[in-house]
């Protein structure tokens, strides 16, 4: 059995080869090949929860299971918010193959995703960009964002301004044309949206959303949401999967749920995003309809994550070979 560390994980992932790969794992779900069992989670009062998600893809011949741990309170002490590792096995065997550090693949596979839906939804006109929040998430958002759009006005809005300026000068130490800012300021006038918070009451409103805007949603806590129902309600909504994504938290999101529940939101008219990577289902059809894709996170893009940084360890001969 292989081990990557972290810092094997940040040598080895190829951002283009992950945004390839998340592509054709979210195709694989979408057509009924990928095996993605509902995620089940085992939730500490007060704390947090250990969350634990399996999945098989056909298509990129990758089967494996990542566990998570989210602890909100983290931050405060100086621990990340998230945790993970992911084991991958052996399809025709079972045998377990690696264990991957999770920690960055769980923040650059879900930004990598969000990048798949601006690729597909956002007006090819956008030029602003405002990334919400200042962790992991905010920081592969920016960056992943502008691998798949020219955009010209990277915003970081945040609650804490020192925090948000500090991000935005890693990134302009990057390259990316990235400015701090607070949230408000970000979202003015911002033609994509991704929000990356923690929040339990909406950031964006039907109030400070401009008509077109593409919102990409992943932040993810059981009585919290960062884009307002009257925004859902009338935008185009994109998920990873239906059946997941519709589901009450820790499976799908809550936001959604409580929309279909009250019969607001119409689950035929959730898109798929694997039914715009390949055509089934069209994307934007309105240039002022405003898009919402809505990540909960699936297994199958760790899954892909994993096999990518794999087969980059296996090239390279990194990694420690253990026995258990």
Sequence with gaps: MRVLDRRAVEELLDPDALVDAVAEAMVDLSLGQASLPPRIAARIPDAGLLATMPAYSPRLGVLATKLLTVYRDNEAQGFPVHQAAIAVFDPATGEMLALVNGDLLTAARTAACSALSIRHLARPGSRVLAVLGNGPQAREHARYACRVHDFTDVRIGARDPAK?????????????????????????????????????????????????????????????????????????????????????????????????????????????????????????????????????????????????????????????????
């Design 164 to 324: 948000a300026a500090a991000l935005a000068a890693d990134l302009e130490g990057e390259g990316l044309p990235a400015r701090g800012t607070t949230i408000g300021d970000a979202i003015a006038g911002a033609d994509v949206v991704c929000a990356a918070t923690s929040t339990v009451e909406p950031l964006l409103r039907r109030g400070n959303v401009q008509p077109g805007t593409h919102i990409a949603s992943v932040g993810y806590v059981p009585d919290g949401r960062e884009v307002d129902g009257a925004v859902l309600r009338e935008a185009l909504v994109v998920v990873e999967h239906r059946e997941t994504s519709l589901q009450p938290f820790p499976a799908g999101s809550n936001d959604l749920a409580d929309l279909v529940a009250a019969g607001e939101l119409d689950p035929d008219g959730v898109v798929e995003i694997g039914e715009l990577v390949d055509g089934r289902r069209p994307g934007r059809e309105d240039e002022d309809r405003v898009t919402v894709f809505k990540s909960v996170g699936v297994a199958v893009q760790d899954a892909a994550a994993a096999s990518v940084v794999l087969a980059a360890a296996r090239r390279d001969g990194r990694g420690v070979d253990v026995s258990l």
